[in-house]
């Protein structure tokens, strides 16, 4: 029995775990759960995972991890090549970090502002199995991040190709993909954003990003 | 030269690194910042963090940590011993899961709550360079949060001594922390808390968790 990736093609979160996937070159059956009919909550789907939510990945064993932040430290173990967590202590750290600032910096900006504004999510401010009513001013706040982020990230990336590391991490795979997300929001990075512009298009030749 | 650790005694975040450091017996000096006196914005302390927070941990060769994300995993990787953030690969995917949920679902839930309500922190609704107002929706979505946490917390500690191994875990020690912090919010568990209440009863008995 292989590794079996619950995933949803349009949805951002899954397609992390998707590039790593595809980055290691590890092999796994995909299962598609359809989150536009509302699959993820249906009896068979929170059997797998009680959670309700992609990315799932059920192990050989029978365990099913039901993150992004397990998923990508449980295919680093696995698989370690290439290495996307880094090597040396310093390494770690600087990706930890910089995985942690795109998270709550960027990714928690955009899902503000869509959680918060749109009205098919009316009631679904948080994910999880908790219900929120939105918040307007949250949504605005939101953009605000994501406004910021983009400049902390354009000084970042001067002179560098890569966010955290000398190669490519999970810094990277989370920040590409939270910025095609962005779109939703219609926030992208402007003509001003030089350094992230070359880093976007180098990413955007490797197979894996084009998942 | 040693280790030099930038602390603030009476803050929760520099507290979860201080943990760390006594768990794992690591030899450093203390630096200590005094937030209550704008020590952090300081062109001295700015020179080592320009961050301008804590906790920092400054490296011997000079270079400087400045987050818990980057801090936790350096330490691991210098001083293994004991173990905080796993040793399988199912170990360490289960306290990241963890440490994530605890950092998002609790963490930011009481961060929330004090930041958006607190008069003191007016213009300082989020950490970090920018400003941002206080929305006071936010604080009460926030005291939600933690209730919300609480009630998973509970179930998971159910027949476990610990959050996500059956050790001591960075998640652990994050929850522990938060959760003496959520007093400025007026949150604490409650009688029918009684899984939580015995998991920190016990690390309230470890000399780190007195620091």
């Not at 770690?92 to 600032?101: G, H, L, V």
């Not at 929120?132 to 560098?160: H, K």
Request: neutral net charge; contains cysteine; charged residues 25%.
């Amino acid at each position: 029995m292989s590794l079996k990736f619950y995933d949803f093609k349009m949805a951002p979160s899954p397609r992390r775990a998707r590039i790593i996937l595809a980055e290691k070159h590890v092999p796994h059956e995909v299962v598609e759960i359809d989150l536009r009919t509302g699959e993820q909550m249906g009896e068979a789907y929170r059997a797998t995972n009680p959670n309700c939510t992609v990315p799932a990945l059920k192990l050989e064993d029978g365990t099913v991890l039901t993150d992004n932040a397990g998923i990508a430290i449980w295919l680093e173990e696995t698989y370690p090549e290439p290495p996307l967590l880094g090597t040396t202590a310093l390494e770690k750290a600087e990706i930890a970090s910089w995985q942690f600032r795109v998270e709550t910096e960027f990714g928690m900006g955009v899902a503000s502002a869509l959680r918060n504004s749109n009205p098919a999510m009316k009631n679904r401010a948080l994910p999880g199995p908790h219900n929120f009513e939105q918040i307007p001013a949250l949504a605005e706040r939101g953009l605000q991040q994501v406004d910021n982020f983009f400049a902390t990230l354009e000084t970042r990336l001067g002179g560098r190709n890569f966010i955290a590391a000398d190669r490519l991490s999970v810094a990277d795979v989370t920040c590409f993909v939270f910025m095609d997300f962005a779109k939703v929001v219609r926030k992208q990075p402007g003509d001003e954003h030089v350094n992230i512009s070359r880093w976007r298009d180098s990413l955007r030749q490797r197979p894996a990003f084009r998942l």
